[in-house]
């Protein structure tokens, strides 16, 4: 395997100048930022009212279980559509059932995720 690292330069050098831009930028409004902390400005904004109650109230982690189990399978589903869009071509490669079987396998390990969550209960409320 001959690699040239010549081809990646130009990554590395715009690397190097956004990293360059965002320190230099944080610094210069570090430095050159008002410095003047009174109770008023540090006081939380809430669209022009005064805040009222505590902000950090607590609720059921089920809103967070929910929204990562979402996310988990909302994306795991995104797999699909390349697969359906390329089924024709799995279809006419040397070995036809190996797209198959690699989907069918994808999405028995889909299918065991959420029969492990519904086992466990996680998205019945009480």
């Known amino acids: 395997m001959n690699t040239n690292y010549s081809e990646y330069l ?7 100048v956004t990293l360059g831009f965002i320190s230099v930028t944080l610094l210069a409004s570090w430095l050159l930022g008002p410095k003047v902390r009174t ?3 540090l006081d939380a904004f809430e669209s022009g009212l005064d805040p009222v109650g505590n902000a950090r109230v607590q609720f ?5 279980l929910v ?3 979402f996310v988990l399978f909302d994306v795991e589903v995104i797999f699909f559509y ?4 390329n089924f024709n071509h799995f279809a006419e490669a ?14 028995s390990s889909l299918l ?9 209960k996680a998205l019945d409320w009480e």
């Open 10 to 16: 130009p990554i590395a050098i715009q690397l190097m």
């Open 39 to 41: 109770k008023k400005k």
């Open 60 to 64: 059921s982690i089920k809103y967070f």
């Open 67 to 69: 929204a990562t189990l």
């Open 82 to 85: 390349p697969w359906a869009v």
């Open 94 to 107: 040397v070995n036809k059932w190996e797209g198959f079987i690699k989907m069918l396998l994808f999405m």
């Open 112 to 120: 065991i995720g959420f029969i492990y969550v519904i086992k466990k």
